[in-house]
C-alpha cells in the first residue's frame, strides 16, 4: 500500500513564526498537494506539484509556499505564521497528473494540526 | 467554481442502520469520488464514481451526473463507519483540482 507520511501530528507555533510542514511519500507517484481543513469549510487545496521543482497554486495559495526537491518529498512552508493559519494540513499524493481515474486517485497522510498562537 | 453541496451535515445511527448521504453539485463532473475520515483524522478514498453504481461490501454508491448527484448507501452500519463523509468532484479541464463537500458527519452508537 502506498504510505504518505506527515512528520509532525501536532505542532504549537508562535505568530511570525516560519514553519515547515514535511510531507513523504514512498510510491513514487508523480502528483503531490496540500489542502487544509477547516469546520464548515471542508479540504481546500493550497498548492499542488507535478513533479520536482514545479509547483501550481490552488484555491487559496495566500501565505504559503512549497517545495518540491525530491520527487518523494513535498513541503509546505509558512514564511510567517498567522492566528488564521491554525487548521488541520493534509498532504495527499497520486499515480499520476492525469485525470483521474479508478487508479489514479489521491492517498492522505494522517494530517497535521498546526495551532498558531 | 462548482458548488458542492452534502447531506444531511450530522448524522447519529444506532448499529445495524442503513444510511443514505446525498452529495448535489452545480455543474457537469467528470470525476467525483467519495472519502471517509476517521475520528483521528485518516481519510481514505472510498469509490471513484462519475456515473452509475458501485459497490464495495456494505457501502455503495451512485452517482447519476445528468442530474448532479450523488448518493452514498452505508447498510448494517457499525461503529467503525462512524467519522466523516466527504465528496469530491471536479470539471472537465480540472485536472488535479477536487472541490471537496463540507461533510456529513455520521456518528454510529451501540
Known amino acids: 500500500d502506498v504510505k504518505v507520511t506527515q512528520s509532525s501530528r501536532y505542532l504549537v507555533k508562535r505568530t511570525g513564526e516560519k514553519v515547515f510542514l514535511e510531507c513523504v511519500q514512498d510510491?513514487?507517484?508523480?502528483?503531490m498537494f496540500w489542502y487544509r481543513q477547516d469546520p464548515g469549510l471542508g479540504l481546500r487545496l493550497i498548492y499542488f506539484s507535478y513533479d520536482v521543482k514545479m509547483k501550481e497554486k490552488g484555491d487559496i495559495p495566500e501565505g504559503y509556499s512549497v517545495s518540491r526537491e525530491k520527487k518523494e518529498r513535498f513541503s509546505l512552508i509558512l514564511e510567517s505564521a498567522s492566528t488564521n493559519q491554525t487548521s488541520m494540513y493534509l498532504c495527499?499524493?497520486?499515480?499520476?497528473?492525469?485525470?483521474?481515474?479508478?487508479?489514479?486517485?489521491?492517498?492522505f497522510g494522517a494530517g497535521s494540526r498546526l495551532t498558531v498562537l | 467554481g462548482i458548488q458542492v453541496e452534502q447531506s444531511p451535515p450530522d448524522l447519529i445511527l444506532q448499529e445495524g442502520a442503513n444510511s443514505t448521504l446525498r452529495c448535489n453539485f452545480s455543474d457537469s463532473v467528470n470525476n467525483l469520488q467519495w472519502f471517509h475520515q476517521n475520528p483521528w483524522g485518516q481519510l481514505i478514498n472510498l469509490f471513484y464514481i462519475p456515473s452509475g453504481t458501485k459497490q464495495n461490501g456494505r457501502l455503495s454508491a451512485t452517482t447519476v451526473a445528468t442530474e448532479r448527484y450523488s448518493l452514498l448507501y452505508i447498510s448494517s452500519s457499525q461503529t467503525t463507519d462512524s467519522g466523516v463523509y466527504f465528496c469530491?468532484?471536479?470539471?472537465?479541464?480540472?485536472?488535479?483540482?477536487?472541490?471537496f463537500g463540507t461533510g456529513t458527519r455520521l456518528q454510529v452508537t451501540l
Open positions: 510510491m513514487d507517484h508523480e502528483n
Open positions: 469530491a468532484v471536479g470539471g472537465a479541464g480540472t485536472a488535479s483540482k477536487l472541490t
Open positions: 495527499a499524493s497520486r499515480p499520476d497528473r492525469g485525470e483521474f481515474s479508478g487508479a489514479n486517485v489521491l492517498t
